[in-house]
């Protein structure tokens, strides 16, 4: 299968090896056909579509069409690619590229940890990636620095604009001003509400209450579900009717109320206890509320960022030197 593969690789390198080594040129800096191809990783793809998929993989590679779309993948990914240096670029205008020492480092540490995870020598994993198909040891060092340079490269720019988001105490004030209701605990009752359709089952049900039966015991016995076991919000009709609010308002901690009947339904009610609502004070929540405003701008940051970048990218030389011979 191996060869095979090679020799769709090779199939798909010939119109490559037919024009120059360099397939593009962004903003003075080229890009090479080893780099698109290390980026692309066509054998890994392959060899996984093999797996997972060998009717798909049969179309792909014994097909005009199939290498239609091979190609179409590839030109898909040199796209990426140009994308993403174009960003590192951008942040080498910014003066927060990356370090290459730093990302070098960063790769390899990251090998290192690899080579300890398999217990493996270099030799021995630069044969393991290439049985994956992954191409040697240096092609995933490569790819891998790449990438944690554009990855670095996003996280600097990222930083360098958040250097200008500044949250003022007066501005956290207003803001907690404004929204004073995200931070106002209401006054909740601590309910115990049955809801029954039979009068004498709800004065039973009160009765049983009231020597001190508990909740499950009395649910139980008379098979009673929908009841209400715990806090509710003040005034809350979607749980309890108006008409019993006024009285349970009105009501001290621990009170058993009188069997209230509300549009052919009898209510009983113990009010276990109340915790009056308060509004925390802005010292309280002012951390909060700095990261609630910092999230805000965050996403203007983000929109900004864009902005700016695609600005950079109109403004760049790009310069496609690859020309497909079966892609259109």
């Not at 290390?38 to 049969?58: C, G, H, M, P, V």
């Not at 995870?117 to 630069?126: G, Q, S």
């Not at 605990?185 to 004065?203: E, G, H, M, N, R």
């Amino acid at each position: 299968m191996k060869r095979f593969l090679s020799l769709i690789l090779l199939m798909l390198s010939i119109a490559l090896f037919a024009q120059s080594d360099i397939v593009a040129v962004v903003n003075g800096k080229n890009i090479t056909m080893d780099e698109w191809n290390r980026e692309a990783n066509i054998q890994k793809l392959l060899i996984e579509l093999k797996t997972s998929n060998d009717t798909f993989y049969q179309i792909l590679t014994t097909t005009q069409e199939g290498l239609v779309v091979l190609e179409k993948y590839k030109l898909k990914i040199l796209d990426i690619y140009i994308r993403k240096l174009l960003f590192i670029q951008f942040s080498e205008s910014m003066k927060v590229a990356p370090k290459d020492d730093e990302v070098k480092a960063d790769v390899d540490k990251e090998v290192k940890n690899m080579l300890s995870d398999l217990k493996m020598t270099e030799d021995e994993l630069n044969e393991y990636l290439i049985q994956l198909g992954m191409g040697s040891l240096n092609d995933y060092k490569e790819r891998l620095y790449f990438q944690r340079r554009y990855t670095l490269a996003l996280a600097n720019v990222y930083t360098e604009y958040l250097k200008n988001v500044k949250i003022t105490d007066d501005e956290m004030k207003a803001y907690y001003d404004k929204n004073k209701s995200k931070y106002t605990i209401p006054t909740q009752y601590d309910l115990t509400v049955f809801k029954i359709k039979d009068k004498s089952i709800a004065d039973s049900v009160r009765l049983d209450l009231s020597k001190g039966a508990s909740v499950e015991d009395v649910a139980k016995r008379y098979n009673l579900s929908g009841y209400i076991n715990g806090l509710v919000n003040q005034n809350d009709t979607s749980k309890i009717p108006q008409s019993i609010w006024v009285y349970v308002t009105n009501a001290p901690r621990g009170a058993l109320l009188p069997v209230q009947q509300v549009s052919g339904e009898w209510y009983v009610v113990k009010v276990k206890d109340i915790k009056i609502g308060m509004t925390k004070t802005f010292d309280e929540v002012k951390e909060d509320i700095r990261k609630e405003i910092l999230s805000q701008k965050q996403a203007s940051i983000n929109d900004l960022i864009a902005k700016d970048f695609d600005n950079f990218v109109k403004n760049s030389k790009i310069e496609i030197k690859y020309k497909s011979t079966i892609v259109k």
